[in-house]
């Protein structure tokens, strides 16, 4: 069913308002290693005949589905688009061939693609077919909804978040290494919904020989895609009949040979001065397709993680509880003296139940 749009005039405020809506379409979609895009067809009577969001990666782009959809109703519309369509083929068609050839006549874009392959391209192969392009209209609403995908374009590796659970003095676990539970339901379900928003899920060979995970999302009802387990092994071994090995586990090793009941799971061999290169990791994992990768392992592989730089941004969730002395710190490693500390900036704070949560991100180059 078609609605309405009240002022077809599509001025400043009226084109973010669709933009606003075409954005809302892609909640919930997990297109990576393809950006997250929505869209909507507009007739020129201002009636919104199609919207469309691009679900997962080879399947129809958002625009492409949205054109689809409008049929003969696209001849003369605008298309209003959240990121500049592509121009290349890829597992699809090129996204500009289908907009010049459904008879579109503006084309409203929210961001540039920061892709090499795209950017810019798109919006002038548009142009050059006679199409009105109204571009980069809402550029830091669509960042902030698909940070990942800029990430990785423009620098060519996944967006890192390191991910801890603290007592309020810093004490990850108590010195018998007992963890369970520092911080009450709300915010572990909470730490579920942040797996569910990444592309893998990157822990240490301690964490897996300790706590036997699956580090895959426990929510009520939850029916979307899980993390790609990767297990930083160094010089150990996962152990024969682990629950991880379970979910086909990207596993990155020292370079010392592994047990043949491995063989069947994707490896990597990275040595470095730690057992591995968590900087070739993390390089490693951009060629695989991986966006996002949430860093869950214990002290030991967060303090790895921080002195190799790999870590864009920090999610650390602190229990009411004070641990009254030393147990074990949410980062091993040395703090000799205060200029030793890694700068950040503090995003949010929220309270979850009778915790809270500290969003912040690495402040590079102080």
């Known amino acids: ?8 005039q599509f001025g400043t405020h009226r084109a973010s308002e669709l933009m606003r809506r075409a954005l809302g379409l892609t909640e919930g979609t997990q297109p990576h290693p393809n950006p997250r895009v929505g869209a909507l067809v507009i007739t020129s009577a201002g009636e919104i005949v199609a919207e469309r969001a691009h679900l997962s990666a080879g399947t129809a782009h958002a625009e492409a589905a949205a054109l689809l959809d409008a049929g003969p109703a696209a ?18 068609p090129p996204c500009t061939d289908a907009i010049i050839t459904s008879g579109v006549a503006r084309v409203i874009v929210g961001a540039l693609d920061p892709d090499p392959r795209v950017s810019g391209r798109g919006i002038a192969a548009l142009r050059s077919a006679g199409i009105d392009v109204l571009a980069d209209t809402d550029a830091d609403a669509i960042r902030a909804n698909d940070p990942a995908y800029f990430h990785h374009r423009e620098t060519g590796r996944p967006l890192v978040t390191l991910k801890a659970a603290s007592t309020l003095d810093g004490q990850s676990a108590a010195a018998d290494r007992t963890s369970q539970w520092i911080t009450d339901l709300p915010a572990r379900m909470d730490g579920h919904r942040l797996r569910s928003e990444h592309d893998a899920a990157l822990v240490g060979i301690g964490t897996i020989i300790d706590d036997d995970p699956l580090l895959n999302v426990r929510l009520p009802g939850y029916n979307g895609r899980h993390p790609r387990p990767v297990v930083v092994t160094g010089r150990r071994t996962v152990p024969d009949g682990a ?17 043949s009941y491995l063989d069947a799971f994707d490896q990597a ?71 030793d500390h890694y700068p950040v900036a503090i995003d949010a704070i929220a309270t979850i139940g009778p915790d809270f949560r500290v969003d912040a991100t690495m402040k590079r180059g102080t």
Not at 1 to 8: I, K, L, Q, Y
Not at 75 to 91: F, I, M, N, Q
Not at 243 to 259: C, M, S
């Open 1 to 8: 069913m078609s609605r309405r749009v009240e002022d077809n």
């Open 75 to 92: 001849r003369g519309s605008t298309l209003v688009v959240t990121l500049e369509p592509c121009a290349h083929h890829g597992r699809t």
């Open 243 to 259: 629950a991880i090995l379970t979910r086909d586990p990207l596993l990155i090793t020292g370079g010392a040979p592994q047990p």
């Open 269 to 339: 061999a990275l040595p470095g001065p730690d057992g591995v290169d968590l900087i070739a990791t993390i390089e490693h994992l951009a060629t695989e397709g991986i966006l996002s990768v949430l860093v869950e392992g214990g002290p030991r592989l967060a303090g790895s993680a921080l002195r190799a730089g790999i870590v864009d941004r920090l999610v650390i969730y602190y229990g009411a509880m004070l641990g009254g002395g030393v147990g074990l710190p949410s980062v091993a490693g040395g703090f000799a003296t205060l200029t």
